[in-house]
């Protein structure tokens, strides 16, 4: 079992900023994908950004240029730097980890997800 403990989460003033932090553990296998949803009230859960194991990352437009996600594969750690925070990034974030592991089945992981609150 795989398990994802999220931290960093809070509330800040519009402009401000957060880093959030996702720690995996368990029987992890690699390589392995890692990424940042969030969902807020009443809305499909959404892809902030992702990364793989080879540091190839991919990111929504809403937070292009304004987050940067990045890993530590010896903690198997992943983080969230989210700069220039605007009210509507306000959303429950979930860390998400997935692999393939032994013949080919596919493993998918969330955290519990950590509350960002942004104030205008």
């Known amino acids: 079992q795989v398990q994802l403990v999220e931290s960093g989460g809070g509330l800040v003033q519009a402009g401000g900023s957060l880093r959030l932090s996702c720690a995996a553990s368990g029987s992890i296998f690699r390589p392995n994908d890692m990424g940042w949803y969030r969902q807020v009230p009443g809305k499909q859960r959404e892809l902030v950004t992702s990364i793989t194991s080879t540091g190839s990352t991919n990111y929504a437009d809403s937070v292009k240029g304004r987050f940067t996600i990045s890993r530590d594969n010896g903690v198997n750690t992943v983080y969230l730097q989210m700069d220039s925070l605007k009210p509507e990034d306000t959303a429950v974030y979930y860390c998400?980890?997935?692999?393939?592991?032994?013949?080919?089945?596919?493993?998918?992981?969330w955290g519990q997800g950590t509350q960002v609150t942004v104030s205008a």
């Open positions: 998400n980890l997935a692999f393939d592991g032994m013949r080919s089945q596919r493993y998918v992981y």
